[in-house]
């Protein structure tokens, strides 16, 4: 069952209706971790799927997650630098952490965020958890994984939608809790934020049981962010079942008008 509540922001003219949810799948652990923080008129939410294991993978997702959101508190404004911000705070607390425990090689994450304002959203990722993007119950466009499968669509030697299924998507090319080099993660630059917009955040045990058109349908149907969720997770547990699913969460944010 997904949580989900409503922000308030420019003085009422829009609001911020959104949902949460993560399940562990067919798996005995689940490695990811959600979470969501207000500061005045501004909100973060965060997506982590971790990569390592029982007292690895956990670990360093839900480090990962609360880290981010400790950081967001302090940053004064809405910008490209404070997401950076954000990430580089994230990734120096999951590698003072291997440090400290001798785990260099079992806590490594994913993340995914997405940040508004009354006026603007932005949102950046790295690894495999994805953000997609909607405007009026269409889908737009989503963030592109730092994957090996994804290196191989970019190149044309195979197709978008053999991404889901290929044999080597879960071998990553970034990730938190790895020591990076120049642009690891990536960010997109501010845009307006209106009413009319949603954004699906969700780790790769989500996205990988659920196509687009079926994501845009469950939009169209919804008029809460709890029953777009609802709908995309009946989807996700149909598709997967009896195929050994992996943690699967996501993160839904629909934008609405004072009047909706």
């Known amino acids: 069952m997904s949580v989900g ?12 209706l959104y949902a949460m949810q993560s399940g562990k ?15 005045g008129n501004r909100v973060c939410f965060a997506l982590a799927d971790g990569l390592g294991g029982h007292g690895g993978g956990d670990v360093a997702s839900q480090l990962v997650v ?39 090689f079992g806590m490594k994450s994913t993340l ?15 690894g495999d958890s994805r953000l997609y993007e909607f405007e009026n119950g269409q889908y737009l466009c989503r963030t592109l994984d730092h994957s090996v499968p994804q290196m191989l669509a970019l190149a044309g030697e195979i197709k978008e939608c053999e ?4 044999t080597d998507r879960n071998r990553l090319l970034r ?9 690891s993660y990536k960010v997109v630059s501010p845009k307006p934020l209106k009413a009319g917009q949603a954004y699906l955040l969700c780790s790769d045990g989500f996205w990988e049981w659920i196509e687009e058109e079926r994501m845009e349908a469950c939009l169209r149907e919804a008029p809460t962010a709890e029953q777009w969720m609802e709908c ?22 629909m934008v609405k008008g004072k009047d909706e």
């Open 25 to 39: 799948g067919d798996r005995s652990l689940n490695e990811d971790a959600i979470g969501f923080r207000q500061s």
């Open 66 to 104: 609360n880290a981010v959101l400790h950081e967001f508190v302090y940053q004064s404004n809405l910008s490209e630098n404070s997401l950076e911000e954000c990430f580089e705070c994230a990734q120096k607390e999951l590698l003072t952490e291997q440090s400290r425990l001798g785990n260099f």
């Open 5 to 16: 509540g409503q922000i308030i922001l420019d003085k009422g003219k829009i609001k911020l």
């Open 163 to 166: 991404i889901r299924g290929h």
């Open 175 to 183: 990730a938190m809790g790895v020591e990076w080099g120049k642009n």
């Open 112 to 126: 995914v965020l997405c940040m508004t304002d009354d006026e603007n959203v932005l949102y950046g990722h790295i």
């Open 232 to 253: 995309m997770e009946r989807e996700v547990r149909k598709n997967g079942e009896g195929k050994k699913m992996d943690n699967y969460s996501a993160i839904v944010i």
